[in-house]
């Protein structure tokens, strides 16, 4: 008999780097005694670094105290993955998912935050895929526009994926990104030209919503103008999208 | 494999008179991809039935390796510092992680056996 399953989206705006570290380990408490049920954590951060369990700390090329001169904060976490750098205008999704619930393994799940990616990138027109072995990750062509990090306690994840919609792309210059030299950070700006908007293509049969809705909503609610409706537009992409692959009916 | 005890968190156990030695299953190494790092603990810190003792990372995922069993570290795998795949090429000879002395055979009593734990694998799989 099939368990009716459901993910709870919060939906944070920016959140500094301590804060959302602080309230996914409750989230991961409560999940673990099955106090609430899968929680999706939707957000961006302002300037930051970090890195992951392995302290690759040789792939930040500058000081710490030139990093804060940048305005930015290094973080050292116990996700998985290598260095990078999060920002106002790059989405995050940090999934609070128990997997032994749903029979997933480690690589399975990641194997969908790439999917989401990629299906985002598609519905943008952007050809994205995952990376050659060893290097998780979104590409397109060889110029990398999504990253993942996760960390999973009890068989519940934490941390999770980060998409480049618009970031400020220098602020990648100051470290070699994942650990990964040689090859180019990109994001959904950048590869679609003109418009991210204009660029929204048909969306694909199973995410039940109308284009015009969605726009029309995103662009009432923005306060900031058009990058900020954007922004949103491409989080509730985001959501459906990850919301259709992990429940799947 | 037979004479093993199983943990639900996908961990293996080889008791020796009051030695245990720890590993993640093949089940657990198959579901996480290829191992990049394993942080291994101290020899001589305390472990406790269920509770994490260490973490392996694959695919960017950081994921805690929980004892099957209470007691205190003897030894850890110093290999897998420098060959993590041997989690994933021989997760129950070579990729064995650490050594425990137990406090509390009893305890054993919890883990599953092979049948159990085969039929519990089948039992996650199906769920996706």
Redesign the interface.
Known sequence: MKVPRSLQIWRLGIVNYSDALKLQEKLVSDRKIHKISDTLLSLQHPPTYTLGKRRTDHNLLISEAELKKLGAELHYTQRGGDITFHGPHQAILYPIISLRDIGLGARNYVEKLESTMIEIASLYGVKACPGQKGETGIWVGDRKIGAIGVRIQYGITSHGLAFNIDPDLNYFKHIVPCGIADKDVTSLRRETGNGIYEAVEKPAPHVTYSKEHQCHQALKRANGGRADAEMELAELLLHLLLYSLLLPF | IKDLKYAD?HEWVKVDGNSATIGITDH?Q?????V??V?LPEVGVTVKQDA?FG?V????????VNSPVSGKVVEVNEELSSSPALVNSSPYEDGWIIKVEMDNAGELKKLMDADQYTKFCEE?????
């Open positions: 968190s657990a198959d579901h996480l991809g290829d990049v790092y942080e994490s973490a990372e694959s695919v960017k995922a950081t994921s805690d996650e799989d199906s769920k996706h």
